[in-house]
C-alpha cells in the first residue's frame, strides 16, 4: 500500500522540528526529520517525498534577518547532483506539498517561492519584517480567505494558532505586488479580532503585518507558509480556553474532540498527495 511522505528539515537553531512532524504523523503521513546538510550531501533525496516541512525556530540566530542565511544556504548550495535549488524547483514541478511555518515561512519568502508570481522564483516581491511592538508570544484569531487555492487550508474558515516571533510583519514590495496578491488568491489567511474580522489592531493584529496577512500560497496553492504554528494546536489541551470550550461541549451534549484544530493543515495535505501523488 502506498504511503504519503513527509519530510522535515532541520539544522542551524531551527527548534520546531518535533512538533511539526508529530502534526505530520497524527495527519496521516510517514515523517522523516532531516537535517538540510544530509539533503545537500545526498544522503536525503527531497524528490523521494511528498510533503516538505520548512519548521519555525531561530535559523542562524536570525543574523542578517530571520531566515535570510538559511534561504541562502538553499539558494546556492551544491549538492553532488546540481544546485540544492534545482531540486527543489523540481520537487514543486512535479506537483508536490511544501509548507513553512513560522522561520520557515521567512525562509521560503527570502528564497522567492513565495509568492512566486508566474513560477517565477528569481525575484523577491515580498519581506517579512520586525513586528511593530516586538517579540510576541500570544495566541491568535485567523480568518481564512475562502477565495484562496490553497491546498492546506481547504474547507477551513477560522483557526486559532499560536505565534512565538519577533520579525513577523509582511510586506509586499509595492502596492502592485498587494493588488496582485489579492487578484490571484495568494493571500490566505489574516489575523482577526474576536468577531472573526482582518484587524490592523494591536494585540490581534501581533506584529503590524499590512492588511493583517498572516499567510500566502503561490499560484498552484501547494506552497504555502504562514507565521503562527498551527502545529502547536495538535491537541484540544493546548488551547488557552480548552476548559471554556469542555464546558461548552458538555452543556450540548456533544463529544470533545481530541485533537487540535491546526492538525486540519496536515491533513489537507495528505489527503492532497493521496488523491494526486500515489
Known amino acids: 500500500m502506498a504511503i504519503v511522505k513527509s519530510l522535515v528539515l532541520t539544522g542551524y537553531g531551527i527548534n520546531c522540528e518535533m512538533e511539526m512532524a508529530y502534526a505530520n504523523k497524527l495527519a496521516g503521513s510517514e515523517t522523516t526529520i532531516a537535517h538540510i546538510n544530509d539533503c545537500i550531501d545526498g544522503h536525503i533525496d527531497i524528490n523521494h517525498y511528498h510533503i516538505l516541512n520548512f519548521p519555525g525556530g531561530f535559523s542562524y540566530g536570525d543574523d542578517l534577518g530571520s531566515g535570510q542565511v538559511f534561504a541562502n544556504k538553499l539558494l546556492y548550495a551544491r549538492t553532488r547532483r546540481g544546485l540544492m535549488m534545482d531540486h527543489i524547483r523540481r520537487f514543486i514541478d512535479d506537483g508536490k506539498l511544501m509548507i513553512g511555518i513560522c522561520n520557515g515561512f521567512q525562509i521560503l519568502v527570502n528564497m522567492g517561492l513565495l509568492p512566486a508570481f508566474d513560477n517565477d522564483d528569481s525575484a523577491r516581491t515580498a519581506a517579512i ?13 485567523l480568518t481564512i480567505n475562502q477565495k484562496s487555492q490553497c491546498i492546506f487550508t481547504k474547507g477551513m474558515d477560522f483557526l486559532d494558532a499560536p505565534i512565538r516571533h519577533g520579525e513577523g510583519k509582511f510586506i509586499p514590495a509595492d502596492k502592485e505586488v498587494m493588488n496582485r496578491l489579492w487578484e490571484k488568491g495568494h493571500i490566505v489567511m489574516q ?17 503590524g ?13 501547494r506552497v504555502f507558509g504562514m507565521m503562527p504554528h498551527p502545529e502547536a494546536f495538535n491537541h484540544i489541551t493546548n488551547h488557552p480556553h480548552y476548559t471554556r470550550r469542555r464546558e461548552e461541549f458538555a452543556r450540548s451534549q456533544k ?24
Not at 129 to 141: I, L, P, Q, S, T
Not at 255 to 278: M, S, T
Open 129 to 141: 519584517f520586525y513586528n511593530d511592538r516586538g517579540y510576541r508570544d500570544c495566541w491568535v484569531h
Open 191 to 207: 489575523y482577526a479580532d474576536s468577531n472573526g474580522r482582518p484587524t490592523m489592531d494591536f494585540p490581534t493584529n501581533p506584529n
Open 209 to 221: 503585518s499590512m492588511e493583517a496577512i498572516a499567510g500566502i500560497c503561490n499560484e498552484s496553492g
Open 255 to 278: 463529544p470533545l474532540p481530541e485533537e487540535g484544530d491546526g492538525i486540519r493543515i496536515w491533513r489537507n495535505a495528505v489527503e492532497y498527495a493521496k488523491e494526486n501523488l500515489l
